[in-house]
């Protein structure tokens, strides 16, 4: 079965950075793509970006990419995500999501992590 | 970016009716590339329906989808406790990814 578990809830201060990871389990990780999307409270899903797991292609949301890096490990079936000089705005869940590794629209986002608490907060 | 836009926020409704979601879109989605999703608290977001219309693996047909161009329709018949959630529509034809603010499904 799919699994996508991601690490444990981040409390950090404004201009920090944090990284969250995503271990992905039942299926062939390097043939699938990865997408981040965050969710601040009561607000809707913002996607930030996706990577192409097979070759480490990148594709982020213009809002977002001069702080954004997404990167992976494949023999650690791993994603990652880090988000640097934190602000109070990105205080939300993060979640990543499979999708598909020919580019980052044109396929759905399935499954999902079970999201990341981050909480920016001086 | 393509916004889109769900109705009603909120839809209050009993176990054994008809529920129907809309999202609409603020210019014209290529391909069908319309996926719904439902959230229940605490919880990882579930794919419901891609491509406006196929449902996902393990999806009970009680749920469909519906529509091309800029209007989409999820809709639910024969409502059951578990289908109380939120539920939200995302594109994923045009850069960027944009996602619905989400239809709160309530007893």
């Known amino acids: 079965q799919v699994h996508l578990v991601q690490s444990g809830a981040e409390v950090k201060k404004p201009g920090a950075s944090v990284k969250v990871s995503c271990k992905a389990s039942g299926y062939s990780f390097n043939n699938y793509g990865m997408h981040w999307v965050r969710q601040a409270p009561g607000q809707r899903p913002e996607w930030m970006g996706w990577i192409n797991a097979d070759n480490g292609y990148v594709k982020y949301s213009e809002k977002l990419y001069a702080r954004v890096s997404l990167t992976r490990d494949i023999s650690a079936t791993t994603g990652y995500m880090e988000l640097s000089s934190l602000r109070s705005e990105d205080t939300a869940v993060y979640y990543c999501?499979?999708?598909?590794?020919?580019?980052?629209?044109?396929?759905?986002?399935?499954?999902w992590g079970q999201g990341t608490l981050v909480t920016v907060s001086s | 970016e393509i916004v889109l836009t769900q109705s009603p926020g909120t839809l209050s409704l009993s176990p054994g009716e008809r529920a129907t979601l809309s999202c609409r879109a603020s210019?014209?989605?290529?391909?069908?590339?319309l996926a719904w999703y439902q959230q229940t608290p605490g919880q990882a977001p579930r794919l419901l329906i891609y491509g406006a219309s196929s449902r996902a693996s393990g999806i009970p047909d009680r749920f469909s989808g519906s529509g091309s161009g800029t209007d989409f329709t999820l809709t639910i018949s024969r409502l059951e406790p578990g289908d109380f959630a939120v539920y939200f529509c995302?594109?994923?034809?045009?850069?960027?990814?944009?996602f619905g603010q989400g239809t709160r499904l309530e007893i």
């Open positions: 995302q594109q994923y034809g045009t850069s960027p990814i944009t």
């Open positions: 999501a499979r999708g598909s590794n020919t580019g980052w629209l044109r396929y759905w986002l399935d499954p």
């Open positions: 210019q014209s989605i290529s391909g069908t590339y």
